[in-house]
């Protein structure tokens, strides 16, 4: 039993929906979300710097006395997690990564699209799951431009980001997708926009944040690290942006 927290990081909103996952499914375990803010978005940025940016956020997490870190970023799994892992060696690390094996062994059209930054397109783990899961399957892969700094900006109803999503999405389905991955966890925030361009054709979208959430599960049964079941559960949200990030974070996670 441990009742210390579950810290958690992405370059800024996005891991929030993986945020939302634990809180729901793990109400007495506290949360610490370090949105970066500062250095946002990740997606096309040099490895070097992810790097850099994934052990700083570890560091501050590792002070806040974190039993486990949820890279809840794409982006910074498919850089940093293998380097993370041999830095840290006793903490408990969960990635993030598109959820393409569930969506090839699925597709009944035999086309999968997969959306996300430019640096988890080129992830080890993603391309060798596509090499296993993705014979005979053709896979669309775009790289969501703009997507993140729709959400980093509440513009996620604007009719300009429905234009954004609309430009991506459309060839996708043209190239006749019948599941779209979300392989960036800022995107589920724009996952209205997204059904909403799909409209009524038979595509399916899918995301990681559930199989995320029970990874988790398992791995603080693994290390026997549940809090008590009587644990005052406290949320925290920090930045290395300014306070008026972290509270926009903390509204974001609870949807206000
Ligand atoms: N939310 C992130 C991801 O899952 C990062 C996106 C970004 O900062 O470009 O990849």
């Given at each position: 039993?441990?009742?210390?927290?579950?810290g958690i990081?992405d370059?800024?909103?996005?891991?929030?929906?993986?945020?939302r996952?634990l809180?729901r499914?793990l109400?007495?375990?506290?949360?610490?979300?370090?949105?970066?803010?500062?250095?946002?978005?990740y997606g096309?940025?040099?490895?070097?710097?992810?790097?850099?940016y994934a052990t700083q956020?570890?560091?501050r997490l590792?002070?806040?006395?974190?039993?486990m870190?949820?890279v809840?970023?794409n982006?910074?799994?498919?850089?940093?997690?293998?380097?993370?892992?041999?830095?840290?060696p006793e903490?408990?690390?969960?990635?993030?990564?598109?959820?393409?094996?569930?969506a090839c062994l699925t597709t009944?059209?035999?086309?999968?699209?997969v959306?996300?930054?430019?640096?988890s397109?080129?992830?080890?783990?993603?391309?060798?799951?596509?090499a296993?899961y993705?014979?005979g399957v053709?896979v669309?892969?775009v790289?969501?431009?703009?997507?993140v700094?729709?959400?980093?900006?509440d513009?996620?109803?604007?009719?300009?980001?429905?234009?954004?999503v609309?430009?991506?999405?459309?060839?996708?389905?043209e190239?006749?997708?019948d599941v779209i991955?979300?392989?960036?966890?800022?995107?589920?925030?724009?996952?209205?926009?997204i059904d909403?361009v799909?409209?009524?054709?038979?595509?399916?979208?899918?995301?990681?944040?559930?199989?995320?959430?029970?990874?988790?599960e398992?791995?603080?049964d693994e290390y026997?690290?549940?809090?008590?079941?009587?644990?005052?559960?406290q949320?925290?949200?920090?930045t290395?942006a300014d306070?008026a990030?972290?509270e926009?974070?903390?509204?974001?996670?609870?949807?206000?």
């Amino acid at each position: 039993m441990n009742n210390n927290p579950i810290g958690i990081y992405d370059s800024g909103f996005g891991g929030l929906s993986v945020w939302r996952e634990l809180y729901r499914a793990l109400p007495n375990e506290s949360l610490v979300y370090l949105g970066d803010g500062k250095n946002c978005p990740y997606g096309s940025q040099p490895p070097e710097q992810i790097m850099q940016y994934a052990t700083q956020s570890v560091e501050r997490l590792l002070e806040r006395g974190c039993k486990m870190i949820v890279v809840a970023c794409n982006t910074a799994t498919a850089v940093a997690i293998k380097y993370l892992r041999e830095k840290y060696p006793e903490v408990p690390f969960v990635g993030l990564e598109p959820a393409v094996k569930p969506a090839c062994l699925t597709t009944k059209s035999g086309v999968v699209g997969v959306v996300a930054t430019e640096r988890s397109l080129q992830g080890e783990k993603f391309l060798t799951t596509l090499a296993r899961y993705g014979e005979g399957v053709e896979v669309v892969k775009v790289v969501g431009q703009g997507f993140v700094e729709a959400v980093e900006s509440d513009a996620e109803s604007l009719p300009q980001t429905e234009m954004l999503v609309r430009q991506t999405i459309e060839p996708i389905i043209e190239a006749g997708a019948d599941v779209i991955v979300l392989g960036c966890t800022h995107y589920p925030f724009l996952r209205a926009v997204i059904d909403r361009v799909i409209g009524d054709r038979a595509v399916r979208v899918i995301d990681s944040g559930e199989a995320v959430e029970k990874r988790v599960e398992s791995l603080l049964d693994e290390y026997d690290m549940r809090a008590s079941e009587d644990n005052q559960a406290q949320y925290e949200f920090m930045t290395f942006a300014d306070e008026a990030y972290a509270e926009r974070l903390r509204r974001k996670a609870f949807g206000e």
